[in-house]
């Protein structure tokens, strides 16, 4: 295992330049994202900035995944908006304590290694997803506000000098790396803009016109709810969805990151980082949030790979909104559009493309599916989930066809069944129809070598079997039952009577005859 590479270990060389200049890069990105999605919410935008400040911050320090963003996202503001038009804030910001909470034990349970269960097909619609999303998401910076106070297309020359500036933007993250890896291309990208747009005077959309982000340090305060069964029973779905919305969002940005890199980050470490995260967050007025795949894509395709980038985007964003909100607000969203489609090229597997003709039909079809369901729904969680469900249907039925037995008569007469595939609940009508109860001697053995008994269907089938025979005046013996399998059957001796065949030959065999 790879070692992870940590802020606070000294033997871990540590570019400064190269993790400072990342954090004010995705800082800068952080600002109108935690805008739009606290605007998503029906909150204010400052409570997406003191989300996106408590998250990175805390994450930075104690994540699992050095060199990972995290901040207010879209996913989370999904969930809240209904409970936030309903009961108003501070119903928001006990939501997200409990959240928290939930986040906490999941770590300490060590639920983290449940992302194993996700396939790479899934993982590979996720992110596909999400890339059609974060692009889509920056169509809204081509309308303007009409005389009428309504959202409308640009047109004419404010939508020419709009989309050339988002292409120039886009033309320097793609070309600057080619001559120089020295800066940042995305940060060089943002101060040419900005450095045209001045030096030009060219009129054109900027980040205050979308919400002011004056403001100070995040306020300590309490959620002001009531504090009984009530409260509890209302908040609690909605924080046991945004924690599990938040995890699965994590823990995907963890891996996908970790295969960048090359190293190896600690998901469970990682569950607790985010549901502390979240209790600050909810605790200093913040609408929470979790990992963001695009702005973590920035930080690492700007060269940052430990905990002082992400410290660094944290401290500046803070320092933006209480200091330098004047000149933050007069950046061009040209630019900032420009760094996020650039992410959200970058963030598609442009890989999984090729893969149709040579992928299983079943995995292409839960590709697909995912990306359309987060693309649709913009639920990441519903549509990790339904892949994974999909994804274990078609591993049980592909399964379910593999058991075989091959089939002999040894020298006194007793048939042997040798078994190949798992026998579960999947394989057991395919297991049954193997045997000739009636025609079969009167003694039989069912040799488990190659097979594995593996839930209660399994055990139940060998006991209708068992009774098949004693019906018909037969033995059956079972073999080379592996130290799982002979678990189970000693669990479920109260519903099952079978005989355990003594085998001194080979050494998982049970004592129980």
Not at 87 to 116: C, D, M, N, S, W
Not at 175 to 182: D, Q, S
Not at 301 to 311: K, N
Not at 409 to 425: A, M, R, S, T
Request: one cysteine or more; a neutral charge; hydrophobic letters at 50%.
């Amino acid at each position: 295992m790879k070692k992870v590479l940590n802020l606070f270990d000294f033997s871990q060389k540590i570019n400064y330049k190269t993790e400072i200049l990342a954090g004010l890069t995705v800082a800068l990105a952080l600002i109108p994202e935690a805008v739009a999605f606290a605007m998503i919410a029906k909150l204010s935008p400052l409570t997406g900035l003191y989300a996106a400040f408590v998250m990175g911050l805390i994450t930075a320090i104690l994540g699992g995944r050095p060199g990972m963003i995290s901040g207010a996202t879209g996913a989370v503001a999904v969930v809240i908006v209904g409970l936030s038009i309903s009961h108003g804030p501070e119903y928001i910001f006990a939501t997200v304590v409990l959240a928290g909470i939930l986040q906490i034990l999941a770590g300490v349970f060590r639920l983290g290694k449940l992302i194993r269960l996700v396939p790479h097909s899934v993982i590979f619609g996720f992110v596909n997803g999400l890339a059609i999303i974060i692009f889509m998401s920056q169509l809204a910076q081509f309308k303007t506000v009409n005389a009428e106070g309504e959202m409308v297309w640009m047109t004419g020359p404010p939508f020419y000098i709009f989309l050339g500036l988002v292409l120039i933007t886009m033309f320097i993250i793609w070309g600057l790396p080619k001559l120089t890896k020295v800066f940042p291309s995305s940060l060089a990208a943002i101060l040419a803009i900005f450095g045209i747009v001045v030096a030009l005077g060219i009129d054109t959309k900027s980040v205050g016109d979308m919400a002011s982000i004056n403001g100070g340090f995040p306020p300590f305060h309490i959620p002001m709810v009531p504090v009984n069964f009530e409260t509890l029973s209302l908040i609690f779905p909605y924080a046991l969805i945004m924690a599990g919305v938040g995890l699965i969002e994590s823990l995907l940005t963890l891996n996908i990151v970790d295969e960048i890199t090359e190293t190896r980050g600690s998901g469970n470490k990682e569950c607790v980082a985010q549901g502390t995260a979240n209790i600050f967050s909810g605790f200093f007025s913040g609408m929470g949030g979790c990992a963001m795949l695009g702005q973590s894509l920035i930080n690492i395709s700007s060269g940052a790979r430990a905990r002082l980038s992400g410290i660094t985007a944290a401290v500046m964003l803070l320092v933006f909104i209480m200091f330098g909100a004047d000149l933050i607000e007069k950046l061009p969203m040209a630019a900032l559009t420009g760094v996020m489609v650039m992410v959200a090229v970058g963030t598609f597997e442009w890989a999984s493309l090729k893969t149709f003709n040579k992928m299983p039909k079943s995995d292409v079809i839960v590709m697909v599916l995912v990306t359309a369901v987060t693309v649709i729904l913009h639920n990441l969680a519903l549509a990790v989930l339904v892949g994974v469900i999909i994804s274990a249907l078609v591993f049980a039925w592909d399964n379910a066809k593999r058991i075989r037995a091959r089939k002999s008569i040894d020298e006194n007469g007793v048939k042997h069944y040798e078994i190949y595939g798992p026998l579960f609940f999947g394989s057991t009508t395919a297991f049954n129809s193997k045997f000739d109860v009636i025609n079969d001697p009167d003694e039989v053995i069912i040799d488990f070598s190659e097979s594995r008994v593996v839930d209660m269907s399994g055990i139940e089938a060998l006991n209708k079997l068992t009774e098949r025979y004693l019906k018909q005046g037969k033995t059956l013996h079972l073999r080379h039952l592996s130290p799982d399998c002979r678990k189970l059957l000693d669990n479920a001796d109260k519903i099952i009577d079978v005989n355990i065949l003594e085998d001194p030959t080979y050494k998982v065999v049970t004592d129980k005859i």
